[in-house]
C-alpha cells in the first residue's frame, strides 16, 4: 500500500482530524455520590491496580454525539495499549483508520484513502495533540501524583458493579476543547469499561469496551 506523507496541520485542524477519527471515553444511570473518604479509597484501589497492567487490548465500540445530528454515530474497532506510551486504535470495519501512539509521535493512517499523517510530540513542540494524547491516557495513571498533576477529580460515583471517575483537565490548553472525561471501571478488578470524553463544542465521544485481555503480547504495537 503507498501511503502519501502530508505536513504537519494547524492545531485546530490536527485536534479536530484526530478526535473525528475517534480515539480514548459512560454516563451511569442512578448512581450515587461517593463519601470523601471512600472516594479516596476507591481511588486508591483504582490506582494500585493500574501498576499490575502492562498491556491492554479489547474490542471498542465507539459512540459519536453532536449537536448537528439527531441520531449518534457508531463504529466498531479494536485497541491495544503498552504501558506507558504506545496504542493503536483501529475505526471502522474494515478498517477506516488507524492511530498508532509511539513515544514521541502520534501516525494517523488512512487506508482507504491511502493517506498518513505524522504529529510530534516531542517537548519541544507540545500543542495540543500531547495535551490530547494526555487526557487520552488518562484511563491509566501510574500513580496518584501523575493523576494530580494533569487533572482535578470532579467526582466518584458507584452503581452495581461498576465506578466511574469524573476528571477534569487543568491544563488552559485542553480545557478549550475538552470540559471532562469519564472513566468507567469494574469495581471487581478495576479494568476499565468505558471512557467518554465531552468537548467544548457540545459534542461528545463515548466508548465501550468489551473481550478486554491483559498483559498479552501486543504484536499490532
Not at 514521541?104 to 500531547?130: C, H, S
Not at 469524573?166 to 478488578?189: G, N, W, Y
Request: aromatic share 8%; glycine share 4%.
Amino acid at each position: 500500500m503507498n501511503l502519501t506523507l502530508r505536513p504537519l496541520e494547524s492545531p485546530r485542524s490536527a485536534t479536530r482530524l484526530g478526535f473525528n477519527l475517534g480515539l480514548s471515553l459512560l454516563l451511569l444511570l442512578s448512581a450515587s455520590t461517593c463519601p470523601a473518604a471512600d472516594q479516596s479509597a476507591l481511588l486508591d484501589q483504582w490506582l494500585a491496580a493500574q501498576t499490575n497492567f502492562h498491556t491492554w487490548t479489547a474490542d471498542a465500540t465507539q459512540i459519536r454525539h453532536f449537536t448537528t445530528l439527531a441520531q449518534p454515530l457508531t463504529s466498531a474497532g479494536k485497541v491495544w495499549m503498552a504501558v506507558p506510551d504506545r496504542f493503536r486504535w483501529e475505526v471502522g470495519q474494515p478498517v477506516q483508520t488507524i492511530a498508532i501512539r509511539q513515544p514521541d509521535q502520534l501516525i494517523l493512517v488512512y487506508p482507504r484513502l491511502k493517506r498518513m499523517e505524522k504529529y510530534p510530540l516531542n517537548d519541544k513542540q507540545p500543542g495540543l495533540w500531547k495535551e490530547a494524547l494526555a487526557l487520552l491516557e488518562a484511563s491509566f495513571p501510574r500513580s496518584r501524583a501523575e493523576l494530580e498533576s494533569r487533572f482535578r477529580v470532579a467526582s466518584v460515583t458507584e452503581t452495581n458493579s461498576l465506578a466511574q471517575i469524573e476528571l477534569q483537565p487543568k491544563s488552559a490548553a485542553a480545557r478549550k476543547f475538552m470540559s471532562a472525561i469519564q472513566v468507567t471501571l469494574h469495581t471487581s478488578d478495576f479494568s476499565l469499561a468505558a471512557t467518554e470524553l465531552d468537548f467544548s463544542d457540545g459534542s461528545s465521544m463515548r466508548n465501550e469496551f468489551s473481550n478486554v485481555r491483559t498483559n498479552t503480547p501486543g504484536r499490532h504495537l
